[in-house]
T-cell receptor
Framework: KQEVTQIPAALSVPEGENLVLNCSFT??????LQWFRQDPGKGLTSLLL?????REQTSGRLNASLDKSSGRSTLYIAASQPGDSATYLC????????????FGAGTRLFVKA | DTGVSQDPRHKITKRGQNVTFRCDPI?????LYWYRQTLGQGPEFLTY????????KSRLLSDRFSAERPKGSFSTLEIQRTEQGDSAMYLC?????????????FGEGSRLTVL
């Protein structure tokens, strides 16, 4: 059974700081891994998707890496801004018996101005 | 294309009543997912469809929950005899199956409050 864990559960940083969010998963037989952002009371916005054959993806100030063999992914946010304050969720999609996607509990990020 | 649409956005009901949520996926997305999310937790998988076929249903889903996608387009999630523990955000997502990308696109969710 796939389990996804995100560390830390919450993080508060001053504006401008670079930061890393961690995601680990127990079953390396994944199809892809996705990072999402969720603002309070809202749906999820896709940030980055990494296919199982890829090592990393970049979008603007965001960089996500994937190490399938160790069951880990990191989301790097450069030069954080108050507008980055949100919950960041990691999700893995299995590659057997359908495409079920399992989420971690998320990291709540607060960037102080 | 306007993205994934969910209706209603908010629903307040009394315990024991039935409720139904609707999800309109992005057109031409053949996969559709339902998730439930409670405060401080990540989305919890409920069920998913490929076209009109329901391929998997979570064991966490009691018999009071049913989902349909009759023509492979929109989907409905019905909860019968609601309980206070059903209070949550119900999220719908759709996904294309082109080139094996499988990216999920979410709607804004339907928030259920059971009194």
């Amino acid at each position: 059974k796939q389990e996804v864990t995100q560390i830390p559960a919450a993080l508060s940083v001053p504006e401008g700081e670079n930061l890393v969010l961690n995601c680990s998963f127990t079953d390396s037989a994944i199809y892809n891994l996705q990072w999402f952002r969720q603002d309070p009371g809202k749906g999820l916005t896709s940030l980055l998707l990494i296919q199982s054959s890829q090592r990393e993806q970049t979008s603007g100030r965001l960089n996500a890496s994937l190490d399938k063999s160790s069951g880990r992914s990191t989301l790097y946010i450069a030069a954080s801004q108050p507008g980055d304050s949100a919950t960041y969720l990691c999700a893995v999609t299995r590659n057997t018996g359908g495409f079920k996607t399992i989420f971690g509990a998320g990291t709540r990020l607060f960037v102080k101005a | 294309d306007t993205g994934v649409s969910q209706d209603p956005r908010h629903k307040i009901t009394k315990r024991g009543q039935n409720v139904t949520f609707r999800c309109d996926p992005i057109s031409e997305h053949n996969r559709l997912y339902w998730y439930r999310q409670t405060l401080g937790q990540g989305p919890e998988f409920l069920t998913y469809f490929q076209n009109e076929a329901q391929l998997e249903k979570s064991r966490l889903l009691s018999d009071r929950f049913s989902a349909e996608r009759p023509k492979g387009s929109f989907s409905t999630l019905e909860i019968q005899r609601t309980e206070q523990g059903d209070s949550a955000m119900y999220l719908c997502a759709s996904s294309p199956l082109r080139g094996g990308i499988g990216e999920l696109f979410f709607g804004e969710g339907s928030r259920l409050t059971v009194l």
